[in-house]
């Protein structure tokens, strides 16, 4: 058979794609661009802008033009900002880098308006409930014996902080196992039943809470109960918190590599085995993580609370009994009366709700910075204590028994005497 490179005129090896390098001397290099930090031009820039820019909202809203307002002046001013900082960026640089110190402007901006927004209200809370805060008594007594014209060296918010922290656990006792479970269902079962609690769970989470509360009032409060009380509120407080809880614990659970479970079932672990020793202390961060989120949405809730755990000035330690009223329809309860010095508890009580709402986030923050799987200094301790104990444990299981020599019974004492008999 006659090769066909032969009936070919030309090189076969032209057949074959060559790859050429490029000379590194052949392109010439542009200067390099640090995208992370500022020079000092670039710094000079930014505050000429700004001052710049403040100058001209001045300039408009005092002397120019027939406008007034705090937003407009800071609308205006900001406008004139990123139109003079483009400007001045635009000359000495291209167009890629004038869009890129741009877009990191705005980025920026952003950050600082809702880092401002949010410390303007932690700091204009705290300022209007300053008055209250710094009585004890406002943290030791109740308005049982209070009134709204009584100074505020009477009366306080304890009664609110009992209720609040009772309805919460009730909350927590149902929703954490309730939600958690869930989650592991949808990760470690699936099928179509699994995809339609997702859908319904992802659903909840848009809920308004006035129909949650609405549907505990009918369900329960009219259907058992017949009265407001704290155990209602702690089941309206579950329905918000269960579809944060779910869709957090599932989506940390989808984080958890499979060559784990993989080597669980190597080993001969059954399924749920696998979930209860390998799944769960995997993304016991997360699940944690996932369980202050849910209560840092139910300890905030109002509208729930309003409709099912009736509003008292008195102590209310029975759950199953009685009006048992929580912060925030203490504070609700508060601002709503004109005098001044109910409007100081009720901003108080607003800022130990904030601070305590904050303080969750921060350690749910906290917590789950971590990976699945990535254990403190105590908990690898503990592990490391475990598999010590273990392997101690297996040791004296498979060590083998010690053989019992016998043991002669002692001579007749004839014999040793030399008897000859």
Not at 109 to 115: E, P, Q, R
Not at 305 to 321: E, F
Request: glycine share 10%.
């Amino acid at each position: 058979m006659t090769d066909v490179t032969e009936l070919l005129p030309i090189d076969p090896d032209t057949f074959r794609p060559a790859t050429r390098m490029p000379d590194p001397g052949d392109t010439p290099r542009g200067a390099r661009r640090n995208v992370r930090g500022m020079t000092a031009r670039q710094h000079f820039d930014l505050i000429g802008a700004a001052v710049a820019g403040a100058s001209l909202a001045t300039l408009l809203f005092g002397w120019f033009a027939p406008l007034s307002g705090a937003i407009g002046w800071v609308v205006v001013a900001f406008v004139s900002f990123l139109g003079l900082y483009v400007l001045l960026v635009s000359l000495d640089a291209d167009l890629q880098e004038v869009i890129d110190r741009l877009t990191a402007v705005l980025f920026a901006s952003a950050g600082v308006v809702l880092f401002g927004a949010l410390a303007f209200i932690v700091v204009y809370t705290l300022t209007r409930g300053l008055d209250a805060l710094t009585h004890t008594n406002f943290f030791t007594q109740t308005m049982q014996f209070a009134g709204p014209l009584d100074p505020l060296t009477t009366g306080g918010i304890i009664h609110a902080i009992v209720g609040t922290l009772i309805q919460i656990a009730i909350a927590l006792a149902i929703a954490v196992p309730l939600g958690i479970g869930t989650a592991v269902f949808l990760n470690e079962v699936g099928g179509r039943f699994a995809r339609f609690v997702r859908t319904v769970s992802d659903a909840m989470t848009a809920l308004p809470s006035i129909v949650a509360g609405l549907f505990v009032y009918a369900a329960v409060i009219q259907g058992v109960t017949h009265e407001r009380s704290g155990l209602a509120a702690g089941i309206a407080i579950t329905v918000m918190m269960l579809p944060i809880i779910i869709r957090s614990a599932d989506v940390v659970l989808r984080l958890v590599p499979g060559n784990l479970r993989e080597a669980s079932y190597g080993l001969g672990a059954s399924r749920w085995r696998t979930v209860w020793h390998v799944v769960l202390p995997t993304a016991r961060s997360g699940l944690v993580t996932s369980v202050i989120l849910g209560t840092a949405r139910g300890i905030g809730e109002t509208s729930p609370v309003l409709l099912t755990s009736g509003v008292t000035a008195a102590m209310n330690t029975n759950p199953l009994s009685g009006p048992m009223i929580s912060l925030p329809l203490q504070v609700f309860d508060f601002v709503r009366s004109p005098e001044p010095s109910m409007v100081a508890r009720g901003f108080g009580a607003a800022a130990v709700l904030l601070v305590l709402v904050l303080g969750l986030f921060m350690l749910a923050r906290t917590l789950g910075g971590r990976a699945p799987g990535d254990l403190s200094a105590r908990q690898r301790r503990a592990v490391q204590a475990a598999s010590r104990r273990d392997v101690q444990r297996f040791a004296a299981r498979h060590a083998p028994a010690a053989v019992a020599q016998p043991t002669l019974p002692d001579a007749p004492a004839r014999a040793t005497q030399g008897d000859p008999s």
